[in-house]
């Protein structure tokens, strides 16, 4: 498959034939959806913590005597139906969600989104995206020349303008992450910090002329080749 690379001016400059993974790669939504769970519930802290009765302060003997006042019995005032006394089945900071799965099914996920985007149209390749003065402007001017106007709504009181995107750098470069910082439809990472939820929460990804070869390069685990292998070579063997 070849896309087009272009310049800033949104000018079609020159092709690039994109790597043959993602091609021939099969999108399994089940895979995208169990990768995306595990960053989900991996990021997850349990902030949210309550005590219950055995937690809270007092109640050490029983309020009154069991028989003989005219009230009903209690035995602790740290009874949760008491003022004071502990939450039921509140939140508690010893729950552990987290979840593991191996690190090809991770990586293979975020190939299939890659994959997926490509065949969409939502993939732009731009040969030098760095705007010359460095300005916040400069790069919205930039960007719309490539992303979807909507009429998206309101968000921290600035109105979206455009279709979210992720811009996955080849290199580190703090000034083109300083200047998309206050776009708030724009996040900037490096292409081989890539990760699941950040593709599947944007619609575009935008990449430098290398940036396929840099994601294929990552994120695939190279073999040998079946006829690169000698079958006749006996393993090392090593004394006990």
Do not use: C
């Not at 995306?36 to 997850?44: C, F, K």
């Not at 003997?61 to 502990?86: D, E, L, M, Y």
């Not at 000034?175 to 776009?183: D, G, M, P």
């Amino acid at each position: 498959m070849k896309i087009p690379v272009y310049n800033q001016l949104a000018e079609i400059v020159s092709e690039i034939e994109t790597p043959e993974i993602f091609d021939q790669i099969i999108i399994k939504p089940e895979l995208i959806h169990q990768a995306a769970r595990w960053q989900i519930l991996n990021s997850y802290y349990p902030f949210a913590h309550t005590k219950n009765r055995g937690d809270v302060r007092g109640g050490g003997r029983k309020p009154w005597r069991q028989k003989g006042t005219g009230r009903a019995r209690h035995g602790s005032r740290r009874s949760p139906i008491w003022r004071g006394g502990g939450i039921t089945f509140g939140p508690r900071n010893e729950e552990d969600k987290s979840v593991e799965i191996p690190k090809k099914m991770r990586r293979k996920a975020i190939l299939m989104v890659v994959a997926g985007k490509l065949k969409s149209d939502s993939v732009r390749v731009i040969e030098n995206i760095k705007p010359n003065d460095l300005k916040t402007k400069s790069m919205e001017k930039i960007l719309a020349k490539f992303l979807k106007a909507r009429a998206g709504r309101k968000k921290d009181g600035e109105q979206k303008k455009f279709e979210s995107t992720l811009v996955a750098l080849t290199q580190p470069d703090q000034a083109i992450i300083r200047i998309t910082a206050n776009l708030s439809y724009v996040e900037t990472i490096e292409a081989r910090n890539l990760n699941i939820l950040a593709l599947l929460n944007h619609r575009y990804l935008i990449l430098e002329p290398s940036g396929l070869d840099l994601i294929e390069k990552t994120f695939t685990l190279i073999r040998p080749k079946s006829d690169e292998i000698d079958l006749n070579q006996k393993p090392a063997l090593t004394k006990v």
